[in-house]
């Protein structure tokens, strides 16, 4: 499985970050809208995340729930018909829960650095640095707090949570 360190915190605004973002991005930025939908799943989180109606991606991931850099460990399959897959899935496991976004995706490096207005709960930074095989995970660690120093981000806004379980707990 494909690896990489992963950080998220909550940001004031997206505006406040995004000028930051560009001045060290190699490449973005690029819109994206998600609609993921995660489903019963005892071994990690299993999501489905349309981009439209023709094109979406099944992704299974494994990660602690801790606030920081944390390594997590993920598969990708892509899929031309996000709809029917997700009715297949509701039915075969059940539905936990729904995350709708608009990210802004920035390449610095191996990192992306996304910038997430998450519906519902508000404006947040993600950064994933992409593991090699043989690397150390202290290795994406510290590209990530670099980073997070770049980007003005501090200790207290570290967010242990994924998305959907902070969703859950606004309801």
């Avoid at 499985?1 to 998220?8: C, D, G, S, V, W």
């Avoid at 995660?38 to 999501?47: D, E, S, V």
């Avoid at 709708?100 to 709960?121: I, S």
């Amino acid at each position: 499985m494909a690896r990489n360190i992963e950080i998220k915190a909550r940001i004031d605004c997206i505006e406040s970050v995004f000028p930051l973002a560009a001045k060290i991005a190699s490449e973005g930025p690029t819109e994206i809208l998600q609609d993921d939908t995660f489903f019963n799943c005892p071994n990690g989180r299993l999501k489905l995340r349309a981009f439209s109606e023709q094109k979406g991606q099944l992704i299974f991931y494994q990660r602690s729930d801790s606030a920081g850099p944390k390594e997590s460990f993920y598969v990708i399959s892509p899929t031309s018909s996000p709809d029917t897959l997700r009715q297949a899935l509701k039915l075969a496991y059940g539905e936990s829960g729904r995350v709708r976004k608009h990210r802004t995706l920035f390449l610095v490096g191996r990192t992306r650095v996304h910038l997430d207005r998450v519906a519902g709960l508000g404006d947040f930074l993600e950064l994933e640095v992409v593991l090699a095989d043989n690397e150390t995970n202290e290795a994406g660690v510290s590209i990530a707090n670099d980073l997070l120093e770049k980007l003005s981000v501090f200790p207290r806004q570290l967010v242990k949570e994924a998305y959907v379980d902070l969703l859950a707990q606004e309801d």
